[in-house]
């Protein structure tokens, strides 16, 4: 009754090959809901939007539970889209959405319905796959406002190491306007993607004056879309990522200074600075009685106890900042997600499963 490595590894490759980019989860929500369905799981359809949906799975009768199992099953947008399905090489996966997270989606039904199969009454725990986490967030803000519950379990991908501790998040918006002309006559206009590299090399130079493991990177550069003329708009948005103890008030202060220097000693400079998504970054106690628990169980699979930090954004951002407390640990390296090449080990999976399992039967024991 325990987990099935070939039904897991069977469940992993169909969520692989269903192509689900953020805002078109909706092929897949469908095969996942007859999936759980069919292993006597109900799953109860919870609106996003007009088309998409979150899965959530709790015990029947309950709107509340001690803990959530949560999973998003959208991916970035597929670098090849004749090329992105499940291949196996020496016991390895391969394609989109391997480790960002189908690894951890298909671990935590694993564990469900391994659960489902050997006790009639599931314990106040529950487990909801949701939509958008690579775009919105829509999914998690829509779990938040239906469901209660005081704890989460992210399977982003940790590489099974804990992560009691998370990154926040600053996206930072800039805008250069300039003035067009001919561009064989780059003197008479007034070159907006020149204002904006400016500003980028102070904003990357600020960076790197920091000594508290912020982390950035610039994700998108736009301008003017053709023509042969000097571009009079350009816009880029900047990912910033700061260590769980940093204070994101005062790097956006750091900012807005940097901007107003800028604007003085920069020619002719027209620019605006705007504070997209922020989310701070939080630490959970290793003493609380839940995390406690999680290392009872995890202790006897693994080797070491190490609580990492996770430096990326996630729903675990969204989740704390409405009044949850979310571990994110689940398989696979970060460092794989979003390339070309994203992979995973399957033993690494069945080892998440079994993790996520037995720590769903601590539930059923009498308290400690």
Known sequence: MGVQPDRLKTLLKHLIDIYSPSGKEEELLEFVQGYLEDHGLHARRQEVDEHRYNLVVFPEGSDDVELCFVAHVDTVTAFDIEDYAYYEEGGTIYGLGAADMKAGCAAMIEAFTALARSTRTLPPVGLVLVVGEEEENDGAKVLLEECTFPWAILGEPTDLAPCLSHYGYLEVALHTQGKRAHSSMPELGQNAIEAML?????????????????????????????????????????????????????????????????????????????????????????????????????????????????????????????????????PGRLEAAHTPEESISFQQVEDAARLYLSFLHSFLLPPP
């Not at 005062?250 to 901007?259: P, S």
């Not at 995390?291 to 675990?316: I, M, N």
Request: aromatic share 10%; net charge negative.
């Open 198 to 330: 400016l500003l980028l090399l102070r904003l990357t130079e600020y960076v790197s004056t920091l000594r508290q493991g912020l982390v950035y990177n610039i994700r998108e550069l736009s301008s003017y879309p053709g023509g042969f003329v000097v571009p009079d708009t350009c816009d880029s948005y900047v990912d910033l990522h700061l260590p769980p103890n940093s204070r994101i008030d005062n790097v956006r202060t750091d900012l807005e200074e940097l901007m107003d220097r800028a604007r003085q000693e920069i020619p002719n400079l027209d620019a605006q600075l705007r504070f997209e998504d922020t989310y701070p970054g939080y630490q959970i106690s290793p003493d609380r009685p839940l995390v406690r628990r999680l290392r009872q169980v995890y202790e006897p699979l693994f080797s070491g106890w190490q609580p990492q930090s996770f430096r990326s954004h996630s729903d675990g951002n969204v989740l704390w900042a409405g009044g949850v407390d979310p571990i994110v640990l689940g």
